[in-house]
C-alpha cells in the first residue's frame, strides 16, 4: 500500500487542535515541540531520500555495419551536447570501434575527428607504405596486379583482401592509454563487444584481453578483413550471429538503453536486381528477424537512414556523420529526459605517430623455420630500445611484407621499465605464387605478364621466380636465389627481351648508316642475358650487387638487302657491379623521397669483334629527388649520365634514350620530345625537372622539361659542360589503377620541331 504524504499532513493538521487539547496541560509545550520539529524535519527527509533514489544506468548499443556505422559518431556527438552519462557501452564491427574509442574516454567530437583523419583507402585495403619494403616487395608491388596462391597445379584465392593491419596499427595508438587495461569492465565506461568463432559457429563475447585485438576481430568482416586469433579462437565479424547485442548490455546492469542500428533493411523485389543483392538480402534475413526480438529491449530505437550507402562507403565518411548527428536532432526530447547536465571530459588525446614507447623486451610464440633473430631483425628495433609509434607500425609492415606470416598480431604488456612487445606470428603455408600484370606501351607493345613464384624450391631459404610476357614481343626473365643469412643471397638470373621498332636516330657512328646516308632504320633487336650474381640487402631501402654476364646480342634491320643487315650477333662477357637507393613513396607519381642507382660493367670479351674489341667499362648513375610543395602539388628533379673509359668500338654498346612508357633496361632510358631510341652516344648528362598536381584522389596532371648533352666522349672534351643540345618537354594525364598507371603524355622538342603522343597501361615490366 503506498502512503499519500500529502493527506496525511493534511489529516495532522486537521486533527491537531483537537489532539492538543486532548493532551495533558504538563506535556503540551513537549508534544508541541515535537509536532513542529517533525512537520520541520518531513519536507527535507522527503527531498533527501528522493534526491538519493538510484539514477538509472543507461545502456548505449551500437551495431554494425561498416562505413554505415560512422552515423554512431553523429549520435554520440549529441549525446555529449545533451549531457547524458552513458554507463556501459556494447557494440559489433563498427559499433566495436566506435564504442570502444567512446568507451576509452574520447568525446564525440574527437572522434569525428579521428575518422576524418583516417586514410580510408586504407581501412579498406592492406596498405603499406612503400618505403617499408624491402627491396624484393618493391619490385614485387611495382610490377604485379594481382598475387594469388598456387598449389599443386591449384589456383588459389586469398583469405580475405587485406589482414587489417592497418586498422590494428590505428587502434592500437589511439588505445595507448589503457593499452595495459585487460578488463574491459574497469574502462572510463565499461565496455564489451561481439565476435564469430568461424570454426564453431558460436558467438564470442568479448570483455577481457587487448583492447584493439578485440575489437579488430569483432570488425573482421569476411572476405574483407583476415580473421583475428585470440585465446586459439578463429574470430571474423560478430555481426554474424549477433550485431546488436542488447541483451549483453543488458545484463551488464543497464536500465535503460539507447540503441542505435545501421543495418540493412529488407529490400523490395524491384530492388533484388543483381546476385550480389540477393546475396546479402539471404544473410541479412536472419540479422533482421533477431533485430525485430531485440527492439521491446530499446527504450530509445535509433535508425539512421543510410541505405544509399554500403559497408565501404567510407569515402563518403563526413555525409554518413552528418545524417547520424540529424536524426539524432529527432530525439533531443527523449534525451532531455535523461540528461543529468553531466559533460564528458576531454581528457584523453590522441597519440600521434612521432610519441614514443620503451620496449623493454620482445616475445615470440616458438615458430618452426624462423629463429627469433630473424624475426628482430625485420622488425629493424632491438629490445631495451624507445622507439616511435611510427617504428613499430614499420616494424610490423617489415614482417608482414616478407609474406612468411599468414597471421600477424602483437599486444603491449606492461613490464618494469617499459613494454613487452608480445608478437604472435602463424607461418605462411603457402609456398608457390602465381602473379598478373599487363602493360601496354610504344616500344615493346601490348604484353600480359605471368609469373611463378615458389619458395624453398630446393633449400630452405631460397626463392625461384619467372616473368613470361606473352604478346606482341615475348619477353621473359627468371631469378632464382638463397638467402646465405648475414643479408647476402647469391643468385642466377637468366632474361630476354626484344622488340621491333622504326626509329630515327643519330646512329651516324654505324659505318654502314653513314655509307647509306639515312639515320632512319627499321630495327630488330633482341638481348639474351645470363647473371652469377651476389646481393646484399640493408635497411630495406639499400641493394648492393656484383656478378658476372653473359650477354648475348642480335641486332639487324630488313632495311638494308645486304649482308651488312645484321650488326650484331655475338657475345659479350662481362663483370658488373650495381648500388640501388630508394626511399620513393611511389615509383610512378613520387611526393617524397629518394632514388639513385648506379651501375659499372667492364667488357671483358667479345666473340664477334674480337679484331676489333677493346676492354672498356661503362659507368651509368641516376639521382632523383621528389618532395611535397603543398597538399595536392609535388615536384621531382632527376639527374642522369654515363660515360665510357677505355676504347669503346662497338656501337651497340652505347647509350640509347628517347620515348615514354617501357621499362627501363640495358643502357636503354626515357627522353621527352625524342622518339624510342632517338639519340645515342658514348656518353652522356641528362637532368628533368617535373611538377605533378593530384587533381583529385589518384588522377594526376603533370609537367616535365628535361634537357640533355650526348655524344661521343663529351666527358673527355668538355662537351657535357655546354648548353644542352637536346631538350623536350611534356604534358600529361595520368591514373592510378590496380593495374597500375594509366598515361598519356604529349611530348615535343624545339630542336626537331616533332612531337609525339605516349600512350602507356599498367605497371612497367
Not at 621527352?672 to 648528362?685: A, E, I, K, Q, R
Request: proline share 4%; charged share 20%; net charge neutral.
Amino acid at each position: 500500500m503506498k502512503l499519500d504524504v500529502r493527506a496525511f499532513l493534511v489529516a495532522i493538521l486537521t486533527l491537531f487542535p483537537f489532539s492538543f487539547l486532548s493532551i495533558p496541560t504538563r506535556i503540551r509545550p513537549i508534544g508541541l515541540c515535537l509536532l513542529l520539529l517533525i512537520l520541520f524535519l518531513f519536507p527535507l527527509t522527503c527531498c533527501f531520500s528522493q534526491d538519493t533514489l538510484p539514477r538509472p544506468k543507461i545502456g548505449l548499443v551500437l551495431s554494425g555495419g561498416g562505413a554505415k556505422g560512422l552515423a554512431h559518431i553523429g549520435v554520440l556527438k549529441k549525446i555529449d551536447e545533451a549531457g547524458i552519462k552513458i554507463d556501459y557501452i556494447g557494440g559489433t564491427s563498427m559499433g566495436a570501434v566506435v564504442g570502444g574509442l567512446y568507451a576509452s574516454g574520447y568525446t564525440g567530437i574527437q572522434i569525428d575527428s579521428i575518422f576524418k583523419a583516417a586514410d580510408y583507402d586504407a581501412i579498406i585495403q592492406d596498405y603499406t607504405p612503400r618505403v617499408s619494403k624491402d627491396y624484393y616487395e618493391r619490385e614485387n608491388n611495382d610490377r604485379y596486379a594481382l598475387t594469388l596462391p598456387f598449389q599443386k597445379f591449384k589456383l588459389g584465392v586469398p583469405i580475405a583482401l587485406s589482414r587489417g593491419l592497418y586498422n590494428y596499427n590505428l587502434m592500437t595508438r589511439l588505445m595507448d592509454h589503457v593499452r595495459h587495461e585487460r578488463d574491459f569492465k574497469k574502462l572510463p565506461i565499461p565496455f564489451l563487444c561481439m565476435a564469430t568463432d568461424i570454426e564453431t559457429g558460436h558467438e564470442v563475447l568479448l570483455d577481457h584481453g587487448f583492447l584493439s585485438q578485440a575489437i579488430v576481430a569483432s570488425g573482421a568482416l569476411p572476405t574483407l578483413y583476415a580473421p583475428v586469433i585470440i585465446d586459439g579462437k578463429f574470430l571474423i565479424d560478430g555481426g554474424v550471429l549477433n550485431n546488436f547485442p542488447v541483451v549483453e548490455v543488458k545484463n551488464m546492469g543497464a536500465d535503460i538503453i539507447i540503441g542505435i542500428d545501421v543495418q540493412y533493411e529488407l529490400k523490395e523485389r524491384e530492388e533484388l536486381t543483381e546476385a550480389t543483392k540477393l546475396l546479402v538480402q539471404i544473410s541479412n534475413l536472419q540479422m533482421i528477424k533477431k533485430m525485430e526480438e531485440k527492439k521491446h529491449l530499446i527504450d530509445i530505437y535509433i535508425k539512421p537512414s543510410i541505405n544509399e550507402f554500403t559497408v565501404v562507403s567510407f569515402d563518403k565518411g563526413p555525409e554518413i556523420i552528418k545524417i547520424g548527428e540529424d536524426v539524432a536532432m529527432e530525439y533531443m526530447e527523449a534525451f532531455k529526459k535523461l540528461s543529468t547536465n553531466y559533460k564528458r571530459p576531454t581528457t584523453v588525446f590522441p597519440k600521434k605517430e612521432t610519441d614514443s614507447l620503451y620496449i623493454s623486451s620482445i616475445k615470440i610464440n616458438p615458430l618452426d623455420n624462423y629463429t627469433k633473430y630473424y624475426v628482430q631483425s625485420k622488425l629493424r628495433f632491438k629490445p631495451g630500445q624507445k622507439i616511435s609509434y611510427a617504428d613499430l607500425v614499420r616494424g610490423i609492415d617489415y614482417l608482414n611484407t616478407t609474406q612468411n606470416f599468414s597471421s600477424l598480431s602483437y599486444t603491449l604488456e606492461k613490464e618494469e621499465g617499459g613494454d613487452q612487445l608480445n608478437l604472435f606470428l602463424i607461418e605462411n603455408p603457402t609456398k608457390t605464387y602465381l602473379k598478373l600484370g599487363l602493360h601496354y606501351d610504344g616500344l615493346f607493345k601490348s604484353g600480359i605478364l605471368v609469373n611463378y613464384t615458389k619458395k624453398k624450391l630446393l633449400f630452405k631459404n631460397d626463392v625461384f621466380s619467372a616473368d613470361i610476357v606473352l604478346g606482341d614481343n615475348f619477353r621473359y626473365f627468371l631469378d632464382y636465389n638463397v638467402d646465405i643469412g648475414y643479408n647476402l643471397s647469391v643468385g642466377f638470373n637468366s632474361k630476354f627481351y626484344q622488340f621491333n621498332r622504326n626509329v630515327n636516330t643519330n646512329f651516324s657512328a654505324w659505318d654502314v648508316l653513314r655509307e647509306a646516308g639515312t639515320n632512319s632504320i627499321n630495327v630488330d633487336y633482341r638481348d639474351f642475358t645470363n647473371q652469377l650474381y651476389i646481393q646484399t640487402l640493408f635497411v630495406q631501402k639499400f641493394s648492393a650487387k656484383i656478378g658476372v654476364e653473359l650477354m648475348n646480342l642480335k641486332i639487324h634491320s630488313e632495311t638494308f638487302s645486304n649482308s651488312t643487315a645484321i650488326f650484331d650477333n655475338g657475345d659479350y662477357l662481362s663483370a658488373f657491379g650495381n648500388i640501388n637507393f630508394d626511399s620513393f613513396d611511389n615509383k610512378y607519381f613520387p611526393k617524397k623521397g629518394w632514388y639513385f642507382n648506379g651501375d659499372v660493367q667492364s667488357f671483358l670479351y667479345s666473340s664477334r669483334f674480337e679484331d676489333i674489341f677493346l676492354m672498356h667499362t661503362i659507368f651509368k648513375a641516376e639521382a632523383a629527388y621528389a618532395q611535397k610543395l603543398f597538399r595536392k602539388g609535388s615536384f621531382v628533379l632527376k639527374s642522369e649520365g654515363g660515360f665510357t673509359v677505355g676504347e669503346q668500338s662497338i656501337p651497340i654498346l652505347n647509350f640509347f634514350i628517347g620515348g615514354y612508357g617501357y621499362k627501363p633496361f640495358n643502357n636503354f632510358s626515357h627522353f621527352y620530345g625524342y622518339d624510342f631510341v632517338g639519340l645515342t652516344g658514348n656518353s652522356y648528362v641528362m637532368g628533368s625537372l617535373s611538377f605533378d598536381y593530384e587533381i583529385f584522389k589518384k588522377n594526376h596532371l603533370n609537367a616535365t622539361a628535361n634537357y640533355a648533352n650526348m655524344g661521343n666522349d663529351i666527358f673527355v672534351n668538355d662537351g657535357w659542360l655546354k648548353l644542352p643540345t637536346y631538350s623536350g618537354y611534356s604534358v600529361g594525364y595520368g591514373l592510378e589503377t590496380i593495374f597500375g598507371p594509366v598515361e598519356i603524355k604529349q611530348s615535343w622538342s624545339p630542336e626537331t620541331k616533332d612531337s609525339f603522343t605516349w600512350f602507356g597501361v599498367g605497371f612497367w615490366f
